[in-house]
């Protein structure tokens, strides 16, 4: 485990220097002096030889010391800590919408195996897995923004809501925060800049969801004990219902698992679309402008995460379904 | 049943809520607050040192000795915390007789110590546009409101003191505050508004300045200013067309286009500083070719650059620097759009266009970068020369072009002053450097150098022979085809139209808040 | 494998699938030949014409320097279809190799081939093609490798659990007690067997490698102009799109609907390799 994170880590410190374009220039501005050039590197170690600089960056990633981002000047700890909320809101939030919709479709159609309905979602689930994300963003905009005006086109809130409830600034989690505290202004305006980035999102996984669910429902319909309660002329939506759902659990858990790391790629494209302060547009800026602590910092941070989802997969094995525990 | 019918109810009651408009900005009106939807944070608090979009609050807070007016022609200075000021025969002595009875916003008194304290510091510090002061030698108070200036070379020093970067005062007070804390939000200068809070990333917060010498009681005045940070340009659109902003900075044309028979918002067009144009690499194969860079220049239609890719936005060049720029003049004539004579230069310059690899790096974050690229490679197709575009952030294809291995044979670029001069194009793009910097051409005329010194020199003194080298030294330029001159930048100033007392002023990329009046 | 190709075909959705995406294929071949605009496929601009919605002369109406949509969204298969086979093709090239010889190989070689490859998945998604990609400087061909290189590891999983599984077979075994080399057994026994899973594989891939060029696209690092591709399409007119919804909508149609048929066919592989087991 410690390993593969130390191996991500120390190819993308590599991969960074080969980027092309001068990381310095992220330090003196637009129209700097030679000196004041001379002056950054030798400030930021660049011209250290490139083992040393890799010694130095080791010790200090070990050392949880991530370093300032070049671009904005800040630790990119702090800088990763506060973009995570945000991500982490549209992420749950698409999740939520996805297995909403996902799931109680993938029982219908299995209910209704080869009737009109199913194909209708099928070609759905299809839709779902092979739109791009983006061209998808850029339409909601279009339709929800350039032509209804219904919803905001960008950003995470408006910035009249900024003055009037200064809440939004005390934690990361707007939508959670405002809910609680009962500021309803800022809670629907929160919800109305979400809404169009998390379907944009969710679709993608919608269809993974309920193509899982539709396949996982028609195994258990020729399942044993499905054929007994049939047997006794219980209707198959009964069965579904009172406990054969229960049996897709697992399916869907891990795919949903696996999808949050499905959709955090997607942040990148999706947050930079929706102006939404995340950690997916910040990589994307990362990465183009050289700021190799920042990008550093978000691949530690990514595969972390891909190691807890895989760990809480596993658990979920072990909590639903207690013939693993032995 | 009927549970269903009140869930279905509820459902869509907050629906029908989610799709209402918050319209409270009415508070914003009543509030007396100046809101700015502008697109980046401040970098650095330092007003030594900053040296981007710090520009928005700074110039709102701070104050330097002398303003500049080119919004009126010819261009002048303005008295701001100098009431006056005289120079010597040579140049060389310049004396400034300082404002009374004026603070900082810390409360700290403001007089020649100050000065001599931020001159001194801004040169240690080194760093931003610091450097303007590079050529004061020696600081004499005179007095606690008179200081004398002794320069080493001959210099136009009432533009330094003016320019829009580095020369701010600021209380010497924060030379006992920490670097860190200066990084948590900083600012005591003399000007209308000073720091109230900052929110990184999110907004900056001004509130007036109640010891402000201008006084507050001349007009109907913004009691604070709001600076917003909203990095997509469509989010600062909607702000300005629902009335969250009262200005708002950069919004790309499409977007302006659709504003333009609003009745709440209204669009103008003002000469900035800025031009765009195209360095031809001197160095490096096949531009090193003077009959090759010729049928280059030749084959760049200014004219579809104004009349269709640029549109309001910016004017087709006159020359190698922009025409507002204060000792603007224009050179005998550019290289002209023709693909016949583009051909006949192809052919003199003697070179197999079969195996030719010509490349153009711009910038790509800009739409009308993109759009002259695609032009510049229509029109040289046709002509037989293939050009391959490297579209990329600005950072990346500056650094690639400092190597000549790596450099590209044409690159975008735009330029602004640091000081309001024609010299200021001339030194860091065309004269000789040794590694270069800005010099992305790699062009090297000893003529264009010492005669570039030498007009620099004599502005002050004799302004007409100083505007007649800076026409030589263009001519050459054109002649050596270092550069393909592109377009002057108009900026767009997007606003409500309630807002009075704006004036266009190309010296300074920011607005004065404290000028305009609500009505 | 006979038997897959067999049924594939009779399957009416599976046919319509492969029948969309050869025509479009042949379409965008020779539209160079037919459209009145094929100029436009080079770089040709005509910005008098910029930015007209859809029209007879103009079915999918001008982008923003007055080139014909249509023409040049056909055109843009081509190049869309030449990432998909292209990445596909890379991946499958250097995975299935390492991955089988992983798995005939002793335990040590197998450990040490399986954490590295452990090591390049656990790299955040995007991350690594947009590094290789902008290293190697933005271009069609420089997107196939990046995207290549952070999925090749993928098919050498699925490749060494195939042999894995086949080489545990008894007549496997047998033969590899009679003194079967590696690459004998490889040849005549894991390669055969592994083929349809790697094709169901392949052909789902095929379709995200189009849309993951298309992400790259979007950030500013796919292909470049005059070179047409649907994500470049796409995020080209981001400036306008507001305003000239058909220069995002028919790029994104054409996308989604070949994507679409690359998942039918890879299911359809799948549902073969349910049968035959």
Known sequence: MGLIMLFVTSITFFIVRLLPGDPVFLLVGDHPTEEQIEKAKNDFGLNEPIYKQYMVFLQKTIMLDLGVSLRTKQPVLTELSKRFSATFELVFFSMIIALLFGFPMGLVSALNQNKRLDYFFRGFGYLGLSIPVFWLGMILQIIFFGILYWLPLQGRYSGIVLQDSPIIYNSGFILIDSFFSGEWGSFTDALRHIILPAFAMAFGVLGIVFRTTRSATIDIMSAPFFRTFKFYGIKNSEIIKKSGYKNTLIPVSTVVGLSFGLMLGGTFLVESIFDWPGVGQFSVLSILTRDFPAIVGVTILYSFIYVIINFFIDMLYIIVDPRIRD | ?519 | MIKVVKSFFSKRLSSTALLFLVGLFCFSVFIPFISPYSQDIYGSVHFEIAGQPPSFSHWFGTDTAGRDMFTITIRAAFYSLKIAVGVVFFSVLVGVPIGMFSGVSNKRTDEVIMRITDGFLAFPPMILPIAITAILGPSLNNVIIGISVSWFPWYVRIARSQSLVISSLDYVSISKSMGASKYHIIKTHVLPNSLTPIFTQASIDAGYAILTAAGLSFIGLGAQHPEVEWGLLVTQSRAQFLNHWWVVFFPGIFMCLTVVCFNIIGDEFRNNETVEK
């Open chain 2, 1 to 519: 049943m009927e549970r269903t019918i009140l869930r279905a109810t509820l459902l869509f009651l907050f629906c029908a809520s989610l799709f209402q408009f918050n319209c409270s900005s009415d508070d914003v009106k009543n509030n007396k607050v100046f809101v700015i939807a502008t697109y980046d944070d401040v970098k650095d608090w330092d007003p030594a040192t900053a040296f981007s979009l710090e520009i928005f609050p700074m110039s709102n807070m701070y104050e330097p000795l002398l303003w500049y007016d080119a919004g009126v022609k010819p261009g002048r200075f303005v008295p701001a915390l100098a009431t006056s000021y005289s120079k010597s025969e040579d140049g060389l002595v310049w004396v400034f007789n300082l404002r009374k009875n004026v603070f900082f916003h810390d409360g700290s008194k403001f007089d020649a110590e100050v000065v001599k304290f931020v001159v001194e510091r801004n040169k240690k510090l080194n760093g931003g546009a610091s450097y303007i002061w590079s050529s004061v030698s020696k600081i004499i108070i005179n007095s606690p409101h008179q200081i004398t200036f002794t320069l080493s070379s001959p210099v136009p020093f009432d533009k330094i003191v003016s320019s829009q970067y580095g020369a701010w005062m600021y209380s010497p007070l924060i030379d006992s505050i920490s670097k860190d804390s200066l990084n948590y939000g900083f600012g005591s200068g003399t000007g209308p508004y000073q720091l109230k809070k900052w929110a990184r990333n999110k907004y900056i917060l001004l509130d007036k300045f109640d010891k402000y010498w201008g006084g507050w009681n001349k007009r109907d005045h913004y009691n604070s200013v709001l600076i917003q940070i909203a990095t997509e340009s469509s989010t600062r659109f909607q702000m300005i067309k629902n009335g969250i902003a009262d200005y708002a900075v950069l919004i790309p044309n499409q977007l302006i286009e659709t504003l333009e028979n609003s009745s709440e918002v209204s669009v103008s067009y003002h000469p900035s500083w800025v031009n765009e144009f195209y360095l031809l690499n001197t160095k490096k194969y096949p531009t090193n070719n003077l009959w090759f860079r010729r049928a280059i220049a030749s084959s760049m239609d200014r004219s579809v650059l104004s009349n269709y890719i640029y549109k309001n936005t910016a004017v087709e060049s006159k020359g190698l620097i922009p025409q507002s720029i204060p000792l603007f003049v224009a050179p005998d004539s550019l290289i002209e759009f023709s693909l016949d004579i583009a051909k006949n230069y192809l052919n003199k310059s003697g070179l197999d266009l079969t195996s030719l690899k010509t490349d153009l790096s711009y910038v790509s974050t800009y739409e009308q970068y993109r759009l002259t690229a695609f032009l510049l490679l229509d029109n040289l197709k046709k002509i037989g020369i293939d050009l391959d575009l490297r579209p990329g952030l600005w950072s990346t294809n500056w650094d690639k072009a400092k190597n000549l291995d790596t450099a590209p044979n044409i690159i975008s670029m735009a330029w602004w002053p640091t000081v309001s001069s024609p010299s200021d194009w001339l030194f860091a793009l065309y004269n000789s450097q040794e590694n270069p910097l800005f010099n992305l051409s790699y062009y090297s005329n000893s003529v264009v150098d010492s005669l570039t010194r030498k007009a620099w020199e004599l502005e002050t003194t004799e302004p007409k022979v100083a505007q007649d080298l800076y026409k030589e030294i263009q001519n050459i330029l054109i002649d050596d085809c270092v550069v393909i001159p592109a377009v002057d930048v108009n900026v767009s100033s997007v606003r409500k139209k309630k807002i009075s007392g704006l004036k266009s002023n190309p010296a300074y990329s920011t607005i004065f808040v404290y000028d305009l009046s609500r009505n």
